[in-house]
């Protein structure tokens, strides 16, 4: 038992504080339909890891200077272009994918880490990795006290939020921001294709779960690191990929909320 | 009496073609404005200029002798209801309490709990607080919203669409208690037989403003449903009607 424990390692501290960040931003993204907003951050960073590889540059310095770039902008579309929003969002998803490829294809010799940037390993995260999720949860934890109500509002209603003068471009712009750190902080464990799932799954079983925002935010954090774990354990007896095996686990017990909400 | 609101000869377009064209109006304070007129007429975006969500093309809006964007603190906002996400795990009573947020305030004080609960009695809607805003009935969620609207503590309510989805019960007892109001009310509705109850001036829009009076004349639809241009016509607007 405890030579499983300590085989897991560093991956049981990075369920923890993901599961902190999943319960938090994968909450906000739910409400506020952010999802294909932020499955573009996302699958857009790969950008920033193939720039990290051409240029030598730390991985997580050039994902998140990448990922934030990316948030920035799709926060001025959405209030510049709202109606041509959905196919820009399509096309920074693609372009970032596709400037990772062609940095990577330029960058000399065989790189065999590229994969785990994609589709990730939780087993496999680095300890530097871990005070990156710890700085990062500290600033969605700090967010989410300050500008709570501000946020349900501007979810339930932005109509009204705007009429009652809150702070919608802002709140919105933060909230990208802070997907697109999330994300960052989340590539080594889940892959920039497999994230969003874990964003979105936990958040969607809490919501049918619970009467409040911040009920949803905690029971969506549970559930996230109880899936995680258990993905981890089913992986290490099938001895197959640990991403892979959570992500299907989740998908499994979503689709029977899913079934179960209808 | 004081105006609360001035319209100058408003244009608007959202493209080239106007959707609003040179709309002149003064609304004083305490008066009951019932808006009607067809679909695509402009009625929602005649609202959305009064809060200053857009911008004139031409002309001006002065509220309480401003800009629309600097009033909005003195509006209480009934927005229609496709707007909402109704899926959100959100209480009544914090949907109703976001009428006590503003640029500034981003959090509640004991003042904003008790007018809350005052509200919740004076709306009789106490016994929905708890419960979660998506399983509430279409009557039972507009009645928590219009609470919400007056959360603000407003000088002007702007209702657009209150009574849509809802039966025509509730729709007799929301009208009954806008009457009971006292403060300026601009309401968009199709629910004219109810809505034209107590109102002082009726605006019909349809690209351009038709001001009509409002007289106690008994109005019945033909053939089991209202025409609005028909109606106007009963009430003395036949330029509507030609137009």
């Known amino acids: 038992m405890l030579a499983i424990i300590d085989l897991f390692g560093n991956s049981l501290i990075a369920a923890a504080l993901l599961s902190v960040a999943i319960g938090i931003i994968g909450s906000i993204m739910l409400i506020n339909r952010y999802n294909y907003l932020a499955a573009s951050i996302a699958h857009g960073s790969y950008g920033g890891v193939g720039l990290a590889l051409y240029f030598s540059l730390p991985l997580l310095l050039s994902t998140t200077l990448f990922a ?25 998803w693609a372009v970032g994918m596709s400037l990772g490829i062609i940095f990577s294809d330029l960058t000399p010799g065989y790189h065999s880490d590229l994969l785990a940037y994609l589709f990730g390993d939780i087993l496999l995260v680095p300890s530097s990795d871990l005070y990156y999720m710890i700085v990062v949860d500290i600033i969605v934890l700090l967010f989410t006290l300050r500008y709570f109500h501000y946020i349900i509002a501007i979810a339930y209603d932005k109509e009204f939020a705007i009429a009652r003068n809150l702070p ?52 969506s954090g549970v559930i ?36 179960g909400s209808k | ?54 911008t004139p093309t031409k002309g001006k809006i002065e509220i309480y002798n401003t800009t629309p964007d600097k009033s909005r603190e003195l509006i209480g906002y009934l927005p229609q209801n496709i707007h909402f996400n109704l899926d959100i795990p959100l209480q009544a009573r914090e949907v109703i309490l976001q009428g006590r947020l503003s640029a500034k305030k981003r959090g509640f004080s004991d003042k904003d709990f008790q007018i809350l609960e005052s ?15 998506g399983e509430l009935s279409g009557g039972e969620r507009q009645r928590v919203l219009l609470a919400r609207a007056l959360a603000t503590k407003p000088k ?88």
């Open chain 1, 68 to 92: 934030l770039a990316l948030a920035l902008l799709l926060a001025f579309l959405t209030f510049k272009e709202p109606k041509r929003l959905d196919i820009l969002i399509s096309v920074i």
């Open chain 1, 168 to 219: 919608v471009k802002m709140i919105h712009t933060l909230i990208l921001v802070l997907i697109a750190l999330t994300i960052v902080m989340s590539i080594r464990s889940f892959g920039l294709i497999l994230v969003i799932a874990l964003f979105s799954i936990p958040p969607f079983i809490a919501e049918k779960l619970t009467k409040s925002v911040q009920a949803m935010m905690v029971v």
């Open chain 1, 224 to 259: 996230a690191f109880l899936l995680i774990v258990a993905g981890l354990w089913i992986a290490y007896f099938f001895d197959i990929s640990a991403t892979a095996a959570i992500i299907l686990l989740a998908s499994f017990i979503f689709l029977l909320f899913f079934k």
């Open chain 2, 1 to 54: 009496m004081q105006s609360a609101i001035k319209i100058d000869h408003l244009y608007f377009r959202y493209d080239k073609e106007y959707v609003l064209e040179d709309i002149s109006a003064t609304i004083t304070d305490n008066e009951y404005i019932a808006i009607i007129g067809p679909n695509g007429g402009g009625k929602s975006t005649f609202v959305k200029l009064l809060l200053g969500l857009l």
């Open chain 2, 119 to 133: 509200l919740a009695q004076n709306l009789h809607i106490a016994h929905l607080l708890d419960k979660k805003i």
């Open chain 2, 156 to 243: 002007i309510l702007i209702l657009d669409e209150p009574t849509a989805a809802v039966d025509f019960k509730t729709q007799k007892e929301i009208y009954q208690l806008l009457q009971e109001l006292n403060l300026t009310k601009i309401v968009v509705s199709h629910d004219i037989n109810i809505l034209l109850q107590g109102v002082d001036r009726v605006f019909y829009i349809n690209r351009k403003l038709y001001i009509h009076e409002y007289i106690d004349i008994d109005i019945k639809p033909k053939e089991g449903h209202f025409c609005e241009m028909e109606l106007f016509e009963q009430l003395g607007g036949e330029h509507a009607c030609n137009h």
